[in-house]
T-cell receptor, first 110, second 115 residues
Framework: EDKVVQSPLSLVVHEGDTVTLNCSYEVTNFRSLLWYKQEKKAPTFLFMLTSSGIEKKSGRLSSILDKKELFSILNITATQTGDSAVYLCAVVDNAGKSTFGDGTTLTVKP | DAGVIQSPRHEVTEMGQEVTLRCKPISGHDYLFWYRQTMMRGLELLIYFNNNVPIDDSGMPEDRFSAKMPNASFSTLKIQPSEPRDSAVYFC?????????????FGAGTRLSVL
């Protein structure tokens, strides 16, 4: 059975701090790994990673995948209160089935 | 595009009643997913369809749950009879599988409360 484990489960930081969120996985027939941000509503897409070692960046957020060690990290630099959310990691197999982790709840204090 | 559209946004019902949740995926998407989210269990995949055909329903909790996708633009998730433990937010998501490597776009969700 496919498995996604995220750590830490929760994190409290102050504005301006840098955070690193972790996602490890076990999946048969890996296709892609996805990061989502969920505030009070539905998850919204952040990044899709398919190849090892290629960093994806969007503003202060970046992510990288290691397919050998089966993990990914999501970095957020110079955090802002608007970054407070649950960050979800999901892996997709070749049949299109996705498995989500439990998420990391990030709280950024002013 | 209006995105994935779910209805109703909120549903309050009594135990034993039938509940039907509806979803309209993004036009052109060939995958549709139903999820349930609770504090205790997080986001759980219930079932997903590819080209209107159910591919994996192993996440459906029990026979009280059923899902259909009669055409490419509509899907339903039905619970009959409903129980208090079914209370959760139910999300529908769609994706375009082959090219987009399954980036899923979520609807706003249906918050279900079973009393």
């Amino acid at each position: 059975e496919d498995k996604v484990v995220q750590s830490p489960l929760s994190l409290v930081v102050h504005e301006g701090d840098t955070v690193t969120l972790n996602c490890s996985y076990e999946v048969t027939n890996f296709r892609s790994l996805l990061w989502y941000k969920q505030e009070k509503k539905a998850p919204t897409f952040l990044f899709m990673l398919t190849s090892s070692g290629i960093e994806k960046k969007s503003g202060r957020l970046s992510s990288i995948l290691d397919k050998k060690e089966l993990f990914s990290i999501l970095n957020i630099t110079a955090t802002q209160t608007g970054d407070s959310a649950v960050y979800l990691c999901a892996v997709v197999d070749n049949a299109g089935k996705s498995t989500f982790g439990d998420g990391t709840t990030l709280t950024v204090k002013p | 595009d209006a995105g994935v559209i779910q209805s109703p946004r909120h549903e309050v019902t009594e135990m034993g009643q039938e509940v039907t949740l509806r979803c309209k995926p993004i036009s052109g998407h060939d995958y549709l997913f139903w999820y349930r989210q609770t504090m205790m269990r997080g986001l759980e995949l219930l079932i997903y369809f590819n080209n209107n055909v159910p591919i994996d329903d192993s996440g459906m909790p029990e026979d009280r749950f059923s899902a259909k996708m009669p055409n490419a633009s509509f899907s339903t998730l039905k619970i009959q009879p409903s129980e208090p433990r079914d209370s959760a937010v139910y999300f529908c998501a769609s994706s375009f599988g082959q090219l987009a490597k399954n980036i899923q776009y979520f609807g706003a969700g249906t918050r279900l409360s079973v009393l």
